[in-house]
Nanobody, 126 residues
Framework: QVQLVESGGGLVQAGGSLRLSCAAS????????MGWFRQAPGKEREFVAY????????YYADSVKGRFTGSRDNAKNTVYLQMNSLKPEDTAVYYC???????????????????WGQGTQVTVSS
């Protein structure tokens, strides 16, 4: 079955960096588009980044643009989220998601992703 496993979360001070990884199995990784989402306590899940099937096809939420970078390594079936200049408001559980059919126009719609990881906690202290 499909599994997405996130790692790399933790506690970091404001201004610091973390790199999240999401290892995928049970699917044809090169054929899926990947998304990163996050959910803070008491808030709805929100879109963070989209890493498309093609190299360089990445899109970001305005709140993270210029600070976060998404990438993928198809040889390792892994997608990454490099997070720099972290702020306390970035504190959330971060999830990766995958879908074979999602296109750019729906990249921020969590309901359109078929597969989800369990999430990894990121806490940014001030």
């Amino acid at each position: 079955q499909v599994q997405l496993v996130e790692s790399g979360g933790g506690l970091v001070q404001a201004g610091g960096s973390l790199r999240l990884s999401c290892a995928a199995s049970g699917l044809t990784f090169s054929s899926v588009a990947m998304g990163w989402f996050r959910q803070a306590p008491g808030k709805e899940r929100e879109f963070v980044a989209y890493v498309g099937r093609s190299v360089g096809m990445t899109y970001y939420a305005d709140s993270v643009k210029g600070r976060f970078t998404g990438s993928r390594d198809n040889a390792k079936n892994t997608v990454y989220l490099q997070m720099n200049s972290l702020k306390p408001e970035d504190t959330a559980v971060y999830y990766c998601a995958a879908d074979y059919n999602i296109g750019i126009s729906r990249r921020a719609d969590a309901k359109k992703y078929a597969y989800w990881g369990q999430g990894t906690q990121v806490t940014v202290s001030s």
